[in-house]
């Protein structure tokens, strides 16, 4: 070091912030189904994705299916309780993760508006379509 300088340690400073939304990812969930939004202008390929609550048994997504530009792919026969909903990419790799509270039959969780809003549960949902800010 150099004796004429002198040094000081400063604080460092970290933001934690939520990383942002996918461009293909999760919009609205109910109890028995996931609704996955793809905010891109092209088709987007979600075929061998899963979806899995906790550590519960994953259900993968058919090879070929896709989300049509700026829509919406509803995944069925889900068992979404209270818990943390995680939709990983073909290769493993975690797409998002949901904390979801406790839903009621007829509730949803859902993100108003689509895509990027922030999640509030939903006493009338709206499965497949667009997620209306009242």
């Known amino acids: 070091m150099n004796p004429g300088v002198r040094w ?4 460092l400073f970290v933001l934690a912030c939520a990383p942002p939304p996918p461009d293909v990812g999760l ?68 797409v998002q993760e949901v904390d979801v509270p406790a839903l009621d039959d007829g509730q949803s969780y859902a993100r108003v508006p689509d895509g990027t809003g922030r999640w509030r549960l939903v006493d009338a949902p709206t499965r497949g379509t667009t997620n209306d800010p009242e």
């Open 8 to 11: 000081a340690a400063l604080p």
């Open 27 to 94: 919009n609205e969930i109910g109890t028995t189904w996931a609704e996955l939004h793809n905010q891109t202008d092209a088709a987007a390929s979600i075929g061998d994705w899963t979806v899995q609550l906790d550590l519960r048994t994953p259900w993968t997504i058919p090879g070929s299916t896709e989300v049509a530009s700026l829509g919406f792919r509803v995944i069925e026969g889900l068992d979404v309780s209270e818990g943390t909903l995680i939709v990983r990419s073909a290769d493993g790799e975690i």
